[in-house]
């Protein structure tokens, strides 16, 4: 696998491990030691606290279907920077409500003994809405 398809597949796992609550597989993704800006929304830092949130935010949640697109990657040696855009739909339970976040991120990862692993994201928000059926 290229180096650019295997970036790729570490933030298709990203969507996949929050919207199939596969906490597992979300491990996978970020270095022990990372450190996610997401603005206004919050900031933090290492895969403990990062699970902690997304477990809290989601496992309440009714389906949530994470869009990954636009990704690109730049390599050099064992360090990348990708970017992609984020297209998220986060249901309440009754699946009647939800909100729906546009944006980008903005990625620096590190090639491990693992594979590709995200380091520093950083999310910029472009639209956030509610959504009702």
Do not use: K
């Amino acid at each position: 696998m290229t180096d650019h398809r295997a970036i790729g597949d570490v933030l298709i796992r990203y969507a996949t491990g929050i919207d199939r609550r596969d906490w597992a597989l979300f491990r996978t993704v970020f270095t022990p030691d990372c450190v996610l800006d997401y603005g206004p929304i919050g900031t933090w830092n290492g895969i403990e606290e990062v699970l902690t949130f997304m477990r809290e935010s989601h496992d309440m949640a009714g389906h949530t279907l994470h869009r990954i697109t636009n990704i690109t990657a730049t390599v050099t040696g064992d360090s990348a920077r990708a970017s992609s855009y984020v297209d998220a739909v986060i249901m309440a339970p009754d699946g009647e409500s939800g909100v729906n976040a546009v944006g980008f991120y903005d990625d620096e990862l590190v090639r491990t003994g693992s594979g590709w692993q995200i380091h520093r994201r950083r999310f910029t928000t472009v639209r956030i809405s509610g959504t009702t059926s």
